[in-house]
Every structure is written in C-alpha cells, then in structure tokens.
C-alpha cells in the first residue's frame, strides 16, 4: 500500500465525508447499483491525477480520494470496438468474431456485413445477466458493436439506450464519417440539439434522479459510455469548426490542439461531477459501485507518459489505461493498488458485487478484483493475452512479451516501463516460455483476423 503525505490524507477524508460517512471495517452491501464510466480514447496521464500536467480534472481527481487508484490497469485492446466487447461479455474480445474488428467500420461502409457484424442478440451480456437478476438497465453514449436492425444495445439486453451506434460522430451535429445521423433513442434514430457529452450527461443525471432512493426497490446498472475524448477534436466552443468538417477519417483525426483537448477533458470532468453529484443528491451514493476507465490507450494530443505507443498499439501506451473504483463502506478511500487489471475483470467484480451468476456456456475470463482493492491484499500476479491483425503480447506478472508485427522482445516492466531494454537474449528460456503460452491461449480463441483500416 502506498505511504501518503499529510495533505492527501486530509483530502480523502475531506472527499469521503461528502458522501457520508465510511465504515471501520470495510463490508460488502448486497445489491450495490452500479456506475460504470468509460471514457473514450483517454490516455494513461490524461488526468491530473494520473499525472497531466497542464490542466486539471477535479472531479476524477475527487473520486479518486474517495475510493482506490488503480495504476495498472489495462485494456482488453488497443483500439475501441474489442474492449467494448471484451466489457460487455466479460471474455477476451478474439472469442468473439465481432471482436475482431479493428474498429467496426461505419455501416455504409460495412455495406451488407451491416447485417452480419455485430454481437448477436442471444449472446449473453453483462446487461442481459444483471436484468434477469432484477436489474433494471441502460447504455447512455457509444455502443459500437454493431448495427440496426440486427445489432444494438436494446438487442443485448438494455432496457434504455441513449447515445450513438458508430465509432465517433461529429461533436454537435451526430453525424458520423459518412455524414450519416447517428443518434438514436432505443432503437429510434432521433436529432437532438447540443453538444454530445453535456448531452450524454443530462440524459445521466436524468437517469439517475429517476430513480431516487425509495422510488423503486430495483437497482440499477447505469453504462455511460462518452465519446470524449475521441476525435474529431472539438470543444465545447467549437461549433464553427463542427460546421466546416469534412466526411471521411481523414478529416475527422485532422485539426484539434492541445488547448482543444483541454477543453474537451474539462468538459468530461465537468461532466461527471455532475452525475457524481446526482448520485449523491438522489441518496443514493452509498449503495453505488462506481468503476471509471478507458476503453484504450489514447491518441496524437494524449499524455501517455511513461509508457511508449498509443492507441492502436500493444506497446503499454496503447493498452495502458487510468482506472478508478469507489464503494463507500467496502473500498477503503485514499488508496493506490498496483493490483494488474484488465477490461474483463470489470464485468466479473460487478458480477460478484452484484450477486449475479455468469453464463455457463461462457467462462469469464476476468477476476473479481474487490477481495484485493477493497483492503491491503498485496497484489496478486496475472497473466494477460493481447492480440490483433499483427500484433502479439504477454504480461505474467512483470514480465511482457511483445510481437510488434516486426521484431520480437521481452521487457521487464518493473524497472523498464517504457519499454527500452530487450531481455530476449538474457532470458531466452523465459522468452520461449511466453511465446508459447501466447501459442497455447492463441489456440482457444478463433483465427488471427486481417488488417482492416484504422478509423
């Protein structure tokens, strides 16, 4: 467990009172809500709390003094569309055929895969487990697991969908790269007026005052999925860029600034502190799981120091990602776990925290990480399997195994974050040892897919 100064204890206590006191004795409470905020595109420093420099997230900052930091998180992938799959079926993205797109594309660019490409509806989910389990359920922001009229959060068991079906959409017109209008109320294509994560926002806070405690005995699982800070880069302010973008990925990744990236991340910030807020206004706080992340490393105006590589890439900077876990009365506040975790472990720990049963037929591949983040467990040593269309990598505890899609390395991350020292030729019998547990796990999963465009 990490030591803390004088201030920082101080500040977690500040932080915890305002949503009540916590308990001596950490305890499990049956039936939390749960809160589970993604991020989109954001990087491993992108908070201040994780380390960017030159603004400031408060509110993230906030949450978490009042629960646990985790510093070795990961993702299920680099790169979107995976890790969302990864989240909402609990098992590695490659067991999955729409887990293999490298995103999904936009649909009139899918032409008919339109139809075929997508997590199919009788695929048990995350969603569809809690709501037999007396949950009620609802996705606000991206899905982008496939598409209408096959595909869709309603499909997979959400019984509320606010947000948009594609991989990114102009900030304040909701058209995605084709020009297309993509923004959708259930199943309903819908125009709406405003900036996407104020209205992503507003639609949560909503949510969240719907159900006030003693309005109903059902809790509820609440995905908020924002598109911040995903391209294209337009700030709150930024309306006159929105109206000269152009069609197409290359306009959409062009343009933006890291005063531009500011405002979008202030603007998420602001954000969440207001659900935050609704939480605590609507009394119920106390009994929510709150779990927030990214879905992949992030992108060009991203922080993602110290690692090498970005999105898209198995280096740690592409897979690395900030992550933060509250439970008043069961996660003791003010902590930093070096507990390794990844996208599937989020859906396993809200399956036990929640008393709900996993599919049979479809193992998890995730933990339940809240023995060991909810106290001072020293961490436990993991193994994890990335892969894409030319990419290969392995974490067994410090150890990694990385294909690059050109040369091969071993790196030993606990004196070598960044990725520089290849131990292949010191350790050759350990570097054979992973290459063929990564062979060993490969077989499992289905085929290696190819290279597709990166949007």
Request: charged share 25%; proline share 7%.
């Amino acid at each position: 467990m990490s030591r803390f100064t004088r201030r920082e204890f101080i500040g977690a206590a500040v932080a915890a009172g305002a949503i009540g006191p916590t308990l001596a004795i950490p305890q499990r409470r049956t039936r939390p809500n749960i809160l589970f905020i993604l991020a989109d595109d954001l990087g491993y420093g992108d908070l201040s709390c994780f380390g960017r420099p030159e603004y400031q997230t408060p509110a993230l900052d906030r949450l978490a003094t009042q629960g646990v930091r985790l510093v070795n998180a990961y993702s299920a992938a680099p790169v979107c569309t995976p890790t969302r799959c990864a989240f909402i079926t609990g098992r590695y993205p490659a067991r999955t055929p729409v887990g293999l797109e490298e995103p999904l594309t936009e649909k009139s660019s899918l032409g008919e895969r339109a139809f075929t490409a997508g997590l199919p509806s009788d695929h048990p989910t995350i969603a569809s487990l809690l709501k037999r389990n007396g949950y009620d359920t609802a996705l606000i922001g991206k899905w982008h697991l496939g598409y209408l009229p096959n595909f869709g959060p309603i499909q997979s068991g959400f019984d509320e969908f606010f947000g948009i079906m594609s991989g990114a959409v102009d900030f304040f017109t909701h058209k995605d790269m084709t020009g297309n209008l993509d923004f959708y109320e259930g199943k309903v294509p819908v125009e709406r007026v405003g900036y996407i994560t104020k209205m992503l926002t507003e639609r949560a806070v909503e949510y969240i005052s719907r159900r006030r405690k003693g309005n109903t005995d059902r809790p509820f699982y609440l995905s908020l999925h924002f598109t911040a800070p995903h391209w294209p880069w337009e700030g709150p302010t930024d309306e006159l860029v929105s109206r000269s973008l152009g069609l197409g990925y290359d306009a959409f990744v062009s343009g933006g600034s890291l005063k531009t990236y500011a405002a979008m991340m202030k603007s998420l910030d602001d954000g969440i502190d207001k659900v935050l807020k609704a939480l605590t206004s609507s009394g119920l706080a106390r009994d929510t799981l709150v779990i927030f992340t990214s879905d992949n490393g992030g992108e060009r105006f991203s922080y993602n120091w110290p690692f090498t590589g970005q999105k898209f890439s198995l280096w740690e900077g592409g897979i690395r990602v900030p992550a933060i876990v509250r439970w008043p009365g069961v996660i003791q506040p003010g902590r930093i776990s070096q507990q390794a975790a990844i996208t599937m472990d989020w859906t396993a720990t809200i399956f036990a925290a929640t008393q709900t049963k996993p599919d049979a037929a479809y193992p998890l591949d995730g933990i339940d990480l809240l023995p060991i983040i909810s106290d001072s467990r020293p961490a436990s040593p993991r193994t994890f399997f990335w892969r894409n269309s030319d990419q290969s990598a392995v974490l067994k505890d410090r150890w990694k195994y990385l294909h690059d899609g050109e040369r091969e390395y071993l790196f030993d991350l606990s004196v070598d974050q960044r990725e520089q020292a290849n131990f292949r030729a010191n350790r050759p019998e350990l570097f054979e040892q992973l290459r063929n547990e990564f062979t060993q796990w490969e077989a499992t999963v289905l085929p290696r897919p190819t290279p597709r465009p990166r949007s």
